[in-house]
DNA sequence: AAGAAGCCGAAAATATCTTTCAGATGTGAG
DNA sequence: CTCACATCTGAAAGATATTTTCGGCTTCTT
């Protein structure tokens, strides 16, 4: 990559090396300050560049030419864009766990590189005929429960509330008991969510199975494809399990493999049943819109 | 990495969406431009990018200024970086939206690709610096109130959940009644917290105002940088705005952007406060054991 | 040591960027 | 429907930055 015509983006350093012998004086203290601290030359004017080399501008100027470039600006555009490179370069390395020391920057750096994980890994273990399965029950159900406890609880009521959205009967509990008295009403028709990490949360298996046995379809949403809850399930939508740490615990990556998983059958159900889906989306939408106050400051 | 104060080299794109809303239109098509072709803007000077988008050189300033930058100079230096990192990069983009006769597997690989874009853009967004105040005031607080409704709501309460967990006390509101009447109880040293994307949720602002004039500290978690709600704020925390279509609403996204956000102050905090976070968490990880039962397949 | 060649930087000339200001445009009240 | 107000917009003046010019200076050769 990179010719004496073209002015090359990361050739630019062995450029100067080749370049550098046949330099004055001058030009090569500009040239070693060019490669060895592009960023922050990148950040100098010419008479900036001219002052810390201890040299002028007119000399600046008759480096960049040598170097291929037009003019000192083209350099300095140049040099911004070897330094992002330089910048992502040396980003990769975030998959340590998060420490107790780590600045802020580290945090979210790791938090958001983790939970981009936790989506690709989710998305590639989904089995998509469970997934098709589950998505023919929901667009065809009467009425549709979901049960979830504390984190599964938050999406649980995410679902339902997407669901209400587009016309759906859709309701979610974190109320164990109620729960199951809420089961007990359902039958065949009906389909019945289970939303738990582990799944052998007790207080959420209850209520599916109760549910199962009264003839509804029953779904469970799990990241252990081998527990308790599946075998009240018609059909299994495992979540990807991330690795916990102390400061990580397993509730954030399992919230948002789960948060996926149930996007996806909001979006599989709102296809199957569009024509109904759009037009009450449409109108919630509009519903709301009074409740937003014009924007005042700008 | 940088937030608003530090423009950042890779988050352009990102700010561009966050802050289109609050632009003119002339000024829309000047960041439309820079946004769209990174590359192609970057070798032009204020005149030539005016022209190429009918606008004047008035205006290409003024959006490089709204964008964060002291000038265009500055401007145009961080869209070579960003064209060098998209060069090596090589982003794949399957940008297309959902559309009603996308298989499931493609809903999958979109929604995922989507909410990842989002996990990043939120990231390269957020402004350490008002993070960081926002995490000491939540570690010292008395007391944190989490305001949020629909979705926001469950952003709010899964913050709730997590302070609760180290030992925090904290509370989220969804009746915006109740939201007032508990702010009006708050006094400095108390941490109230409001979650709204538009930023102009009017049942939101409310309780938000009422804390902030009885002197409690202030956060909104919001994607609109400039709106209602952030006259109230003592710190804000700027979700990131991805495209909305029909089949995906703007709260899949936003919801996603928010909880990295809430996840990041949660474990900001828990550093801070290691000493009685740690044991908290592990007991109440204990405590809630027994309602697990042991796995019975396999 | 004298002369020639070419390097170097101050300052002028030019290009680019920024600010100002008045006209244009849209918006809400009466 | 019209007016008054607020806001947006671009032309041109003003400020910076870059490029060029040009003469002094160093250095090398003979």
């Known amino acids: 990559m990179g010719g004496s015509q073209a002015p090359a983006p990361a050739a630019l350093a062995a450029k100067v090396r080749t370049l550098a012998p046949s330099m004055t004086r001058s030009m090569q203290r500009v040239a070693e300050a060019v490669a060895g601290d592009p960023a922050g ?106 049960y979830g406890v504390a984190a599964s609880g938050l999406v649980a009521q995410d679902l339902a509330q997407k669901l209400l959205r587009i016309g759906h009967i859709a309701h979610a509990h974190s109320d164990p008991h109620l729960a199951v008295t809420n089961a007990v009403t359902l039958r065949s028709g009906d389909v019945a969510i289970a939303i738990t990490h582990s799944g052998s949360t007790g207080d959420i298996i209850e209520p599916l199975r109760v549910a ?33 740490s102390e400061l990580r615990p397993a509730a954030m990556s399992s919230r948002t493999s789960q948060l996926l998983v149930v996007d996806c059958l909001f979006v599989g159900v709102a296809q199957r049943t569009y024509e109904t889906a759009a037009p009450a989306l449409a109108a919630s939408y509009e519903a709301l819109a009074h409740r937003h106050s014009p924007r005042t400051t700008r």
Request: hydrophobic share 45%; proline share 4%; glycine share 8%.
């Open 212 to 244: 199962f046995e009264h003839g509804a379809t029953t779904i469970a949403v799990t990241g252990r494809p081998d527990s308790p809850v599946t075998q009240y399930a018609d059909h299994i939508l495992t979540t990807s399990t991330a690795r916990e």
């Open 41 to 146: 030359c990148a950040a100098l004017t010419v008479t900036g560049l001219a002052e810390r080399t201890g040299t002028s501008e007119a000399t600046v100027v008759r480096t960049a030419r040598l170097l291929g470039y037009p003019g000192y600006r083209d350099l300095r555009l140049a040099l911004a864009g070897l330094a992002a490179q330089q910048q992502s370069g040396r980003a990769p390395a975030v998959t340590a766990d998060i420490a107790v020391d780590d600045p802020l920057a580290d945090v979210v750096a790791k938090l958001a590189y983790d939970e981009q994980q936790t989506l690709a890994d989710t998305a590639a273990g989904l089995d998509m005929a469970q997934l098709g399965a589950a998505v023919t029950a929901l667009a065809a159900a009467r009425r549709v429960e979901i």
